[in-house]
T-cell receptor, first 116, second 110 residues
Framework: NAGVMQNPRHLVRRRGQEARLRCSPM?????VYWYRQLPEEGLKFMVY????????ESGMPKERFSAEFPKEGPSILRIQQVVRGDSAAYFC??????????????FGDGTRLSIL | KNEVEQSPQNLTAQEGEFITINCSYS?????LHWLQQHPGGGIVSLFM???GKKKHGRLIATINIQEKHSSLHITASHPRDSAVYIC????????????FGTGTSLTVIP
């Protein structure tokens, strides 16, 4: 299956720990997007990356959150010193071309992050 | 006020009914995405459209650019259609962002 792969599906962390969420885009896709879905809320854009570049991080919280998409390997969304409010579903999407070309985005199954 | 508003929030239908879900947006649009999310599951892209109408199986999506409105129709609904349907809009001035509605939760009863 060449779909967007996210892991882990579920992640439990204690307050103050670090959370690392991984996303492997569809084969041939070089554009990755991260979204967060808080309980009872809609999806919110976080960050848009191409290989080795952050294109748009306007939706990322200013502290504790970072994202990368290295030349080799999956995209990583990293949350340092997690707090209860970080509990959410984090979705990754990928596309073959950027949003300027209005290409559809293909979504992964998400990572459900729970903070104890 | 959200950039994208969906109605209704919740919808229950009998199997076989024709269903309409509405999406209104305030941003100037270059593309609109309809997504399906099953409980506890991932998100599936149904349609991406910037004008007119698209059809895939029992699903039809329409968009009226002048009225800033899109509809998703499901013909001959089935219990397996039960899911949350999400509308997402992208405009030429929204950068790389899609703005998402909060979704319409559809339950189709056998």
């Amino acid at each position: 299956n060449a779909g967007v792969m996210q892991n882990p599906r579920h992640l439990v962390r204690r307050r103050g720990q670090e959370a690392r969420l991984r996303c492997s885009p569809m084969k041939g896709h070089s554009h990755v997007y991260w979204y967060r879905q808080l309980p009872e809320e809609g999806l919110k854009f976080m960050v848009y990356l191409q290989k080795e570049n952050i294109i748009d991080e306007s939706g990322m919280p200013k502290e504790r959150f970072s994202a990368e998409f290295p030349k080799e390997g999956p995209s990583i969304l990293r949350i340092q010193q997690v707090v209860r409010g970080d509990s959410a579903a984090y979705f990754c999407a990928s596309s073959a071309f950027g949003t300027v070309e209005n290409q559809p985005q293909h979504f992964g199954d998400g990572t459900r992050l729970s903070i104890l | 006020k959200n950039e994208v508003e969906q109605s209704p929030q919740n919808l229950t239908a009998q199997e076989g009914e024709f269903i309409t879900i509405n999406c209104s947006y305030s941003v100037g649009i270059s593309a609109l995405h309809w997504l399906q999310q099953h409980p506890g599951g991932g998100i599936v892209s149904l349609f991406m459209l910037s004008s007119g109408k698209k059809k895939h199986g029992r699903l039809i999506a329409t968009i009226n650019i002048q009225e800033k409105h899109s509809s998703l129709h499901i013909t001959a609904s089935h219990p397996r259609d039960s899911a949350v349907y999400i509308c997402a809009a992208k405009g030429p001035n929204t950068g790389n962002q899609f703005y998402f509605g909060t979704g319409t939760s559809l339950t189709v009863i056998p």
